[in-house]
């Protein structure tokens, strides 16, 4: 699962972190902006099997980016504004239950 925000350096590498422990799991995270820590490339949308977007503004950019790249690949909005800090206990506690329908734990 692949998390995306604007510039990967507060909410989506937050996620990569929380979830990042689950043996279950291949997580990694990527932002939609040129100044990005990491930026989205065709290479993590084709890998990811889903793509968890922070903001609706997101869903639409990597809709129009990677339109051919997306190839039936669920892109999920969790509605989180950009109000956090990375590993704030608040944002951590909403992706764990926005999350929690998605990836329950095994």
Same mark, same amino acid.
């Not at 039936?72 to 590993?87: A, E, K, S, T």
């Given at each position: 699962?692949? #998390?995306?925000?604007?510039?990967?350096?507060?909410?989506?590498?937050?996620?990569?972190?929380? #979830?990042?422990?689950?043996?279950?799991?291949?997580?990694?995270?990527?932002?939609?902006?040129?100044?990005?820590?990491?930026?989205?490339?065709?290479?993590?949308?084709?890998?990811?099997?889903?793509?968890?977007?922070?903001?609706?503004?997101?869903?639409?950019?990597?809709?129009?980016?990677?339109?051919?790249?997306?190839?039936?690949?669920?892109?999920?909005?969790?509605?989180?504004?950009?109000?956090?800090? #990375?590993?704030?206990?608040?944002?951590?506690?909403?992706?764990?239950?926005?999350?929690?329908?998605?990836?329950?734990?095994?």
């Amino acid at each position: 699962m692949l #998390f995306v925000c604007s510039r990967n350096r507060l909410r989506s590498p937050t996620a990569e972190a929380v #979830f990042a422990h689950r043996a279950d799991l291949e997580v990694a995270s990527a932002g939609t902006n040129h100044d990005s820590e990491t930026l989205l490339t065709q290479d993590l949308v084709e890998w990811a099997d889903v793509l968890f977007v922070m903001e609706k503004s997101h869903r639409t950019k990597v809709q129009r980016r990677f339109r051919t790249a997306l190839k039936g690949r669920r892109v999920v909005c969790l509605d989180i504004p950009d109000n956090y800090q #990375f590993m704030d206990p608040e944002l951590v506690r909403i992706l764990e239950a926005k999350l929690a329908r998605h990836c329950p734990e095994t």
